[in-house]
T-cell receptor, first 116, second 111 residues
């Protein structure tokens, strides 16, 4: 079974620009979560989408947004980029079956964003 | 606020030794616990999950969970230089789908 895929893998942007990142979950997984990882802050949760709806949201400004499509693929958008947005952006998918607590998240390879 | 604490390290062990990584968590309602390994520049890779008190073994890896003391640990036997990585502890509370991650412990296995 193919794993989580993310595109693009690397991206260089300048301040003020916007960027869209894409994530395709493992086949059958309906939940997609996005994380930002930086050396200083570690892994920080951005938001989670399930059945095309944002179900959970982390503590990030409104410049960070996302969406999920009917095939569970998800996109994340960052508008008005700032230097501090330079990070590894990770997507993780999970089954999210019922209320089961034994949910496991599987990560994609990430998109490394550099803002100049 | 749910917290997951890990010693940032680096933890340095000689090749062949046992590496012991520890993680404590604040939420007593936590039900699922995961260890991820992350090589430099790569994404986290799941290596172990544990849900009930006690030990769970998988090859050279053993996860230990003590809910009363609110800690989970990962033992790596016969450590190899290829085990050098950052190990992330993740904890999932009951009813939640979003795990809380620790900051990770850097492990260095030297020949």
């Amino acid at each position: 079974k193919a794993g989580v895929t993310q595109t693009p893998r690397y991206l260089i942007k300048t301040r003020g620009q916007q960027v869209t990142l894409s994530c395709s979950p493992i086949s059958g997984h309906r939940s997609v979560s996005w994380y930002q990882q930086t050396p200083g802050q570690g892994l920080q949760f951005l938001f989670e989408y399930f059945s095309e709806t944002q179900r959970n949201k982390g503590n990030f400004p409104g410049r960070f947004s996302g969406r999920q499509f009917s095939n569970s693929r998800s996109e994340m958008n960052v508008s008005t980029l700032e230097l501090g947005d330079s990070a590894l952006y990770l997507c993780a998918s999970s089954l999210r079956v019922g209320q089961g607590p034994q949910e496991t998240q599987y990560f994609g390879p990430g998109t490394r964003l550099l803002v100049l | 606020q749910k917290e997951v604490e890990q010693n940032s390290g680096p933890l340095s062990v000689p090749e062949g030794a046992i590496a012991s990584l520890n993680c404590t968590y604040s939420d007593r309602g936590s039900q699922s616990f995961f260890w991820y390994r992350q090589y430099s520049g790569k994404s986290p890779e799941l290596i172990m999950s544990i849900y009930s008190n006690g030990d769970k073994e998988d090859g050279r890896f053993t996860a230990q969970l003590n809910k009363a003391s609110q800690y989970v640990s990962l033992l790596i036997r016969d450590s190899q230089p290829s085990d050098s990585a950052t190990y992330l502890c993740a904890v999932l509370s009951g009813g939640s789908y979003i795990p809380t991650f620790g900051r990770g412990t850097s492990l260095i296995v030297h020949p």
